[in-house]
T-cell receptor
Framework: NAGVTQTPKFQVLKTGQSMTLQCAQD?????MYWYRQDPGMGLRLIYY???????DKGEVPNGYNVSRLNKREFSLRLESAAPSQTSVYFC?????????????????FGNGTRLTVT | AQSVTQLDSHVSVSEGTPVLLRCNYS??????LFWYVQHPNKGLQLLLK??????LVKGINGFEAEFKKSETSFHLTKPSAHMSDAAEYFC?????????????FGKGTKLSVKP
């Protein structure tokens, strides 16, 4: 009963380096999301995938790319890391079908990846 | 546009005393509202949700929230705090604009519980 699994848990990068954050869910959910959490800012949506094969920008997509590899996996890539990308990154999934109500499709979150860019 | 405002960034209570975490919402139509909790070094977990079926919503771990349209509020309460309630709490609403819509998170309220 793993739910949403994120790897790695921690990462330190130098400015300009690239990396991919991995996320997998085993609940057969349609929708997957990447958020970043910064102190005093709540969670902000980076990208989401409403269903397999589709991805859309969220509130703060600049500097990131995503891939919905299959129904289970949704990865987030930083091509050239910057100190402003120091944050905690959360992946989430939900059953939600496109254009359906959120109220019956709560988000299930992973435990996060703590990224520091120096 | 839909939004939520959490009125306190930090609330401190003693164990056994009531908890009140305040949230006001802004919405041009009947909102979807949620409370999520985040324990240290963990992801967020759904506490409760407002479905418009009832204004008083019961969640997990003894938490409740009351939807008050006249006050545009959705405050989270618990009669008696437990040490394990120490966490960060997020009030969340849904925005249905664009092709899909998404969740909008408040900035969070950190709850401390003193023994």
């Amino acid at each position: 009963n793993a739910g949403v699994t994120q790897t790695p848990k921690f990462q330190v990068l130098k400015t300009g380096q690239s990396m991919t954050l991995q996320c997998a869910q085993d609940m057969n959910h349609n929708s997957m999301y990447w958020y970043r959490q910064d102190p005093g800012m709540g969670l902000r949506l980076i990208y989401y995938s409403a269903s397999e094969g589709t991805t859309d920008k969220g509130e703060v997509p600049n500097g990131y790319n995503v891939s919905r590899l299959n129904k289970r996996e949704f990865s987030l890539r930083l091509e050239s890391a910057a100190p402003s990308q120091t944050s905690v990154y959360f992946c989430a999934s939900s059953e939600r079908q496109p254009r359906r109500e959120f109220v019956n499709s709560p988000l299930h979150f992973g435990n996060g990846t703590r990224l520091t860019v120096t | 546009a839909q939004s939520v405002t959490q009125l306190d960034s930090h609330v401190s209570v003693s164990e056994g005393t009531p908890v009140l975490l305040r949230c006001n919402y802004s919405s041009s139509y009947s909102p979807s509202l949620f409370w999520y909790v985040q324990h240290p070094n963990k992801g967020l977990q759904l506490l409760l949700k407002y479905t418009s079926a009832a204004t008083l919503v019961k969640g997990i771990n003894g938490f409740e929230a009351e939807f008050k349209k006249s006050e545009t509020s959705f405050h989270l309460t618990k009669p008696s705090a437990h040490m394990s309630d120490a966490a960060e709490y997020f009030c969340v609403t849904a925005h249905y604009g664009g092709s899909q819509g998404n969740l909008i998170f408040g900035k969070g309220t950190k709850l401390s519980v003193k023994p």
